[in-house]
């Protein structure tokens, strides 16, 4: 899966700016409404999601297929799928880097990982962080699935998250500007059913405090 056809079905799903009663929502209400606005881009997508969150809880809908998200192209029960997502929403480097090194465990086409700052001048260091955590541990990534991270930061607007992706036969992140740009060029995305292709570090640690 092309990473950029997800950025794009979210880009468009989010909507310009929070609900007035979203000012200043607590990691809860956040979370809540990420979930909501992810599920729109699976749809969109023609993807299924499998999840606990809230919604799906209330539609008697709710299961765990071990991350935070799994988007699937079939409901089969041993399906894979083809976009698996961890949303950490805290301003902790810790606890954003301890969901990123589980979401290495994955294999998908695409794995897209959520995370916020609370400046977005941390950004670029997060990443630098995770370049050198990479080469330093050896991290190996799927020959061929590609990788997002999205980058938030407290006082946001729904679309402000910076974009980085790690493109198939890739090991550095590169960032690719925001999803502000694809809501703007990607009005209209491709959509449709997603072909499948089934078938086809410690130095951090000592670090991780400073950079919460």
Not at 18 to 47: I, K, N, V
Not at 185 to 200: C, F, L, Q, T, Y
Request: hydrophobic content about 40%; charged content about 25%; some cysteine.
């Amino acid at each position: 899966m092309q990473a950029e056809t997800f950025l794009r079905a979210l880009a468009v799903e989010l909507p310009d700016r929070l609900p007035a009663d979203m000012a200043g929502a607590h990691p809860g209400p956040w979370t809540a409404f990420m979930e909501r606005y992810l599920h729109r881009a699976a749809a969109q997508m023609g993807l299924t999601c499998i999840c606990l969150s809230e919604e799906h809880r209330q539609a008697g809908t709710r299961a765990e297929r071990l991350f935070d998200m799994n988007w699937f192209v079939s409901q089969d029960a041993d399906a894979l799928p083809e976009v698996v997502l961890e949303h950490e929403n805290s301003y902790s480097f810790r606890d954003f880097m301890r969901d990123f090194v589980k979401l290495l465990a994955a294999y998908a086409p695409l794995r897209v990982m959520v995370g916020y700052s609370r400046s977005q001048l941390r950004h670029a260091e997060w990443i630098g962080l995770l370049n050198t955590s990479g080469a330093s541990s050896s991290w190996r990534y799927p020959s061929d699935a590609a990788d997002v991270i999205l980058l938030g930061f407290r006082g946001m607007q729904p679309r402000d998250f910076s974009v980085y992706i790690r493109n198939v036969g890739s090991s550095g992140w590169a960032q690719k500007g925001t999803l502000v740009e694809r809501s703007i060029v990607g009005r209209n995305p491709e959509n449709g059913p997603i072909a499948s292709r089934r078938g086809s570090g410690p130095q951090t640690a000592r670090q991780l405090d400073r950079h919460d």
